[in-house]
């Protein structure tokens, strides 16, 4: 691996879509690397090594802690060069346009998650937040189209940084269609991005790490659980 001589460790949970990224980051860069696993009780080193947010991602590299997904990701692009494997664009304008998106990725893919994820399967509610998210997927869907250039990924030939932004939230979106029996990545309205995701997840610095449905929606009943008897602050 490309890391001797310098040490990652990586503070994060599995289900996470924004350690995913990460994780993600640093396969495509071929690092080896520690993952410190995180429970819902936040570990002393996290709120250690995110004093401002208390919140992971948190790349460790050299003792210096390093937070926020996409500019961990940012940094690992930086920070190891010589693999010819580049995460950014080269472009600057390439880049802007990669952030832009990102930046609205951030703003409603999560929130919309996190709207449906609640939700009683077959309701009127699950019915309308679920189409609010396919409505955010078809802007994206138009998005590929300019980004891709009609090649495999966002990032062109191979997956870049706009691809890791809106591929980790991948393995939530398929746990909330089972959870709530609507289809969300619908070939009719999205056929680019339903392409595209079959080749996220198969690629080689993707699919071992891409948590499993079944296994997101065992967590999705255990994080509803816990939220439900955690006091609100």
Partial sequence: MASEGHEIKLIGAWPSPF??????ALNLKKLSYEMLEETFKKSELLLK??????KMPVL???GKPICESMIIVEYIDETWTSDGVSILPSDSYDRAIARFWTAYIDDKIP?????LRPVVRGSAQAEVEAEKLVATLQVLE????KCSKGQSFFGGVNIGYLDIALGSCLAWIKALEKMVEIKILI????PGLVAWSERFCAHDAVREVMPQTDKMV???KV???????????
């Fill in 187 to 190: 070939k009719e309205k999205i």
């Fill in 60 to 62: 460790i590299h050299d």
């Fill in 49 to 54: 090594s995110n004093p401002v947010y208390k």
């Fill in 223 to 233: 994080l509803l659980s816990v939220m439900a008897t955690t006091p609100a602050n």
């Fill in 111 to 115: 929130y919309a998650i996190s709207k």
């Fill in 19 to 24: 350690v995913l990224r990460v994780r993600i």
């Fill in 218 to 220: 065992e967590f999705a």
């Fill in 142 to 145: 138009e998005a590929f189209e």
